[in-house]
């Protein structure tokens, strides 16, 4: 490392890579902003006057040849991330990828290979994972709160207009792995365990204007799941839904239950005689997981720094992968899959 500080550089400045790039640019411990990269050169400008910083690349592999930067943060839309997270790694850069982590699970092999032969670390971005709120209740469960799990149910709905890659199934594997890719971490990630078998239903209901050009798109999807272990799961999702941000776990026990997440977050209710009462909705997942994304960024500086594994690793990726698109077959099939596990 050229300074005490991980140089770090963000690739890709769209709506969430610039989430990462305020983080690195305002404080994250032993960490500084050093450039961008953005092939749209309007986008790679405003986001340097945003940043007050002075150096942006067009092209990742350029990024990748500066000695300034240690390490990366991949943000582009996700059909590039294993592109991109495999020229990172054979460049000795350290690695945050946002989920979801590929397109497919051999991708994901080639991304930790690429990882574990650099010697570098590779970070897959579930942000939930450092939610003051996720991590408290999964705490409870572990100390036995609502006995054993029975049913993790989790849910997110998003307000967004999906952008036009997104739109196509085959470019990102659809909001099942766009927006579901965090429940299906989360059922992981409480139930301890793999996901067994998976059916899943869709459609698209609110976005007339993506029907004749991408029929498989769907806005709206239903996914159950049983667990190796017996637990049972329940994933929704949806896009360009008209009321807020919602994002919700619910865990039922042999003894009790648990609720993370609410739809009125910021806690101020209004009520008067003309409109009863009126409690306003979370508006985006910006500032929701404000917090968690920042203490995700930390996570990985402490992890490259300190020699430690990072807290969502390639493995978690690639999992999450793997039940994005037996969920995706199992709506095109219309039949229950199951996941080889070995
Ligand atoms: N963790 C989360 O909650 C969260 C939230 C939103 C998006 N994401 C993920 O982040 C990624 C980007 O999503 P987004 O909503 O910010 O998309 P976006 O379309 O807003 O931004 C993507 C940016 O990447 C740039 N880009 C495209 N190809 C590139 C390349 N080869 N090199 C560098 N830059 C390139 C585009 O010009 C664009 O500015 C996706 O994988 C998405 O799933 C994660």
Redo the contacts with the bound molecule.
Sequence with gaps: MKSEKLGVCV?????????HAVNFAKGIKNARLTAI????RE??EQACRELELDLYY???RQALEDDQVDAVV?????D??R??VVAAADAGKHILC???MAMTVAECDEMIAAAENNNVVLQI???RRFDQSFVYAREQIRQGAIGDVVLVKSLTRGP?IP?R??YDIAK?NGPL??VN??DIDTLRWFTESEFEQVYAIAGNYRCPEARDEFPDFYDNVVMTATFSNGMQGSIDGAVSVRYGYDARLEVVGTEGVLFVGRLDHSGVVVCNLSSGLKAPAVES??NL?AEA?RY?DQGFVNAVMNGTPPAVSGYDGKMAVKVVNAGNQSITEKKPIWLNND
């Design positions: 690739i890709g400045a769209g709506r969430a890579g610039l989430i990269v953005d092939p749209n986008t790679a067009q092209d990742y991949i943000v582009t839309p996700t590039y991330h592109d991109i946002e989920k979801p971005g579930f942000m967004s952008q890659w997104q990102s792995a766009e890719s965090h997942w910006r997981f994304y995700e």
